[in-house]
T-cell receptor, first 115, second 115 residues
């Protein structure tokens, strides 16, 4: 049971480039989320999904796209990278249903630098 | 809207002394409250949560937290700190009505336990 996995671990992009951050979980969790972590600001929610085919925006969605074609995978796409997107990105998952307040399981993160 | 404040950027404590990390929150309705810990270059790990019931909740690694509704606080405590407790600690809140297990995180508090 690998839990939540993220690839790549590190990435350097030039301004304007696009890329996809991968996230997968093998726990059959319905809920998945993407957060970015910046110093002093904690984690901020980018996008989330309550199940395959269903996604919604979080607190800071601009510049990012997501899709959820399967329960296991939840990729995050940067359409045109900007230096403001330099951050550490975490994917998380949690089971749905009852109870609805389950803790989230986090991946190891992707450290992204945009030059 | 929901929010979390962690008023201390860093807490320094000697090994063996009590450790307290402060957290206050703002949310409509009864909150779901969580503490997570992040070790260097790792993802977040769940420590404990308050949903309902006893105001004192116990979690992993000897940590506990006290929910105080009148003060809207959820401080994390450990009676005797270890050097290995040095890490970044995050408080998070979820409103009961929030879809997709959406969490709002505080900015984090770095704990340094000195031998």
């Amino acid at each position: 049971n690998a839990g939540v996995t993220q690839t790549p671990k590190f990435q350097v992009l030039k301004t304007g480039q696009s890329m996809t951050l991968q996230c997968a979980q093998d726990m059959n969790h319905e809920y998945m989320s993407w957060y970015r972590q910046d110093p002093g600001m904690g984690l901020r929610l980018i996008h989330y999904s309550v199940g395959a085919g269903i996604t919604d925006q979080g607190e800071v969605p601009n510049g990012y796209n997501v899709s959820r074609s399967t329960t296991e995978d939840f990729p995050l796409r940067l359409l045109s990278a900007a230096p403001s997107q330099t951050s550490v990105y975490f994917c998380a998952s949690s089971p749905s249903g009852s109870p609805t307040y389950n803790e989230q399981f986090f991946g190891p993160g992707t450290r992204l630098t945009v030059l | 809207a929901q929010s979390v404040a962690q008023p201390e950027d860093q807490v320094n404590v000697a090994e063996g002394n009590p450790l307290t990390v402060k957290c206050t929150y703002s949310v409509s309705g009864n909150p779901y409250l969580f503490w997570y810990v992040q070790y260097p270059n790792r993802g977040l790990q769940f420590l404990l949560k308050y949903i309902t019931g006893d105001n004192l909740v116990k979690g992993s690694y000897g940590f506990e937290a006290e929910f105080n509704k009148s003060q809207t606080s959820f401080h994390l405590k450990k009676p005797s700190a270890l050097v290995s407790d040095s890490a970044l600690y995050f408080c998070a809140v979820r409103a009961p009505w929030a879809a997709g297990n959406k969490l709002t995180f505080g900015g984090g508090t770095r704990v340094l336990v000195k031998p």
